[in-house]
């Protein structure tokens, strides 16, 4: 090869590595809603009175990456996908009047994750990540009025295996986008005004009566040169309207004594008889309206909704307003196909309205931060909603760190502060997929709780894999997630956690099932449409038998992944087959119609059994048979083939010293050989990954790593056998050839001479033995579908790989000849440092091992 051929390999070469190792996440990609308009959800959310102005903020916004000068315009809500930061910046204009005048507030419903808010160059808020809503003022001594004000706020969405909440690992996980993906609202309220208001209501034990305490903070902010009212006769009015809109209670007006202060604090007690109660079938709320007067002169009013309703638990389960109440549950997550998290209101509202329709009374948020107007919406059209704080699977390691307990508490005070005036927020969630058994998860469980406990009195619930049996103080209910499996197959450990913990405690959180296989005859077909419906028909007979408090469809639609699913069927766009309506909406799956029939007691579905249907690719057939046949073309080609394929395999030490003397062997038949060889490791591991296709274990164990393109990599191989076939093909081929340049570098540290044709001999005829699997590999994915005898076969395929391995060592150390203590040594050495600096590299940086083990524990309880 030339200097100019040589020159422009290595220019291909290294175009190849640079696209391979270029990441593709480094590209920006903004999403944002098409001809989005911003939509009042109603004045008592927005709390919108004459006396407030409120100013959406979702147009004319600028994004850029840091330290870059281009900019593209925007408008919010919008999300995005890179692991840069990036600058979102708009412009505001306020005249002198408004500034001197009013208090100015911006309202933020959600940025993932973290976010620097600035104002004209100066920072003045840093949101330290999360999904949650939250308000800030904007300093008045920082904004012109001569001039645009310019508010910048830095986004970093990137999650992390240990600093996070949510984490970057879990189950099931929604797809994780960056960005302001909800609105923006800039609020202008008097200088004088109510600054905050919290309304708790207490019913009597016969309901027949309720006390309001209405906690009002007032501030007084008067800028010089702006406009003073002559009369400073301040006084404060409470008045409470009933769901007919009738004045039901009034509190005269108080005094309220503002001279020489800047800020005052009022507890205002109201009392009405014979309230009128929220329920899921009567929606019904009581609005509160605080008014702040001058005199005669309105300055300030807030208005919050209240339903009112008693939600408990009893040594009978769970009772509202006084009654029993079956809790007939369903998950949703706010996933709408290629905008991801991105809704507006009317989406929200038939989505919710459809799950109403649908005969589910309760809502279950999990895994991430709910939009704010769902609850509102929920609140509306009478939906109880369970809301997790969003912690799935976090490891026992984890689980013990201070830093992190200390992380999640924290979190969870804002959490509750955000959601708490949401009147249909019944339950608090403390995570999910936590271990049954884990001492280290009920220890983090009950710091956890006993924080939560000590700023609501709501519910509070978790969910477990496993059945757990340990009371954890503060906890209310304890969940159960099943997966595919009947939990009637589990009904032993059932009744240990009901033994233990009592029956009105037990629920099921997450009942899954995945439907990759689509419509068929029948539910005999697993992973089809009807066996989903009989799976959760099962689930709500079983529900309704044991009399459990509550249980959870998982989930009401399907939606999309962060990373390649496994268990629910690859595709391109990571959606996660697990809901009983699709990304569609439509409801024409059967899963869908047997659960509204039977939460609406209406006609019986039939659900038809059908004929199970041979999910055996023959392509391992045939291909395996190809495999076969050539290899049986070869060992009859000529007799030196069959002795020296018997001496290979039954006296290896003498074969190996012949290729290392330079014995006549040849090349061709270890050509031929290579490639059937090559074959037959791809047909196995062909087999194997299509068999692990659904396997959790595997799943966790590639999402450890954190690479994304890995997962996606695997998920298609195990998915798709006719093309990875192919791919395996090509993998081991240059395995062996990469086998054989590290052991011929090796062999540069030896005295004696070797050749790259005797190592590459040697290596190639050391993994002989793969020949001998290929009448298994005919019928192995039969074999391990049965289920019999897999247990056996794991322990066979990891002797035999150990056989391959020590085979490959003893050509090693034959064709160096050397002594056989000293290759095992420095392979020995070489693999613990090549693989544990890996998985310490990944330990670092994605906790990788602790989650391979809490993905393991995961697996033995399910």
Known sequence: MGKMSKLKFAVVIAALLSFVFTDSNAQIKIKKLPDYKFEIVDSVFHNFTDTRKIVSLHEDWKVSIEDDEKKAVTSIPSTFKTDEVLIFERDINLTQSQILNNRIKLQFLGINYAAEISLNGLVIHKNPGGEIPFIIELPRDILKSDSVNTLSLKVLHELDAEATIPLSHGIYMPENWGGIFRDVLMILMPDVAISGSKIKYTLSEDLKSVDFDCFVDITKEILNGAKRDTLKNYKLEVNVYGPDGKLAAKKNKIKVDLNGKDEVSYKVSLDIKKPKLWSPDVPQEYLVKISL??????????????????FKNSSEGLVLNGNEIKINGVTYFQSYGEYGSLVTVEKLRDDLKLIKDTGF????????????????????????????IPLNSVNEDLSSDQSFRERAIGYSKYFIESFEKMTSFSAIGLGSSYLSNSAKHNSFL??????????????????????????????????????????????????????????????????????????????????????????FEEIINFSANEKLPAYFVNTMFDFRGEYAPFSTGFNEQNIYQIGIVGEDRLINRISYKVINNKLKKGDKVTIPMGDKTDDSPIFFVLIGLGIALVMGLLINSKRKFREDASRALLRPYNFYADIRDQRILSGFHSNFLMVILAGSNALFLTNMFYFLRTNFLLDQFVEAFGIYSLKEFVSYVAWNPLVAFPYLFAISIVGIFIISVMVYISSFFVKNRVLFSSVYYMVTWSFLPLALLIPVELVLYRILVENIVNVYAYYFVILYA?????????????????????????????????????????????????????????FVLM
């Open 293 to 310: 007067y001058n005199d005669s002169l309105k300055i300030d009013e807030t208005v919050q909704a209240k339903s009112l309703y008693s």
């Open 361 to 388: 009374n309760t809502v279950r948020f999990s895994k991430t931060v709910p939009h704010p107007y769902a609850l509102r919406i929920c609140e509306k059209i009478g939906l109880l909603t369970f809301v997790e």
């Open 446 to 535: 009950h710091s956890l709780a006993e924080a939560v406990r000590a700023r609501t009195n709501k519910l509070i619930f978790t969910s477990f894999i496993g059945f757990p049996e340990k009371d954890i103080e503060n906890v209310d209910l304890f969940g159960i997630e099943v997966s595919n499996n009947p939990i009637l197959e589990n009904k032993d450990k059932y009744d240990n956690s009901v033994a233990k913990l009592g029956k009105e405690k037990i629920i099921i959180t997450e009942a899954t099932y995945s439907t990759f296989n689509g419509s068929t005859s029948g539910y005999d077909n697993d992973n089809s449409f009807e066996a989903q419906a009989k799976y």
């Open 802 to 858: 150990l056989w391959l391995i020590q085979r490959l060592f003893k050509g090693v150390y034959v064709i160096f000849d050397v002594r056989p203590f000293t290759i095992y040594f420095y392979c020995f050495v070489l693999v613990v440092v090549v693989f544990g600096g890996i998985l310490f590299y990944f330990q670092l940086s994605e906790a990788a091992i602790f989650n391979i083990i809490n993905a393991y524990k995961q």
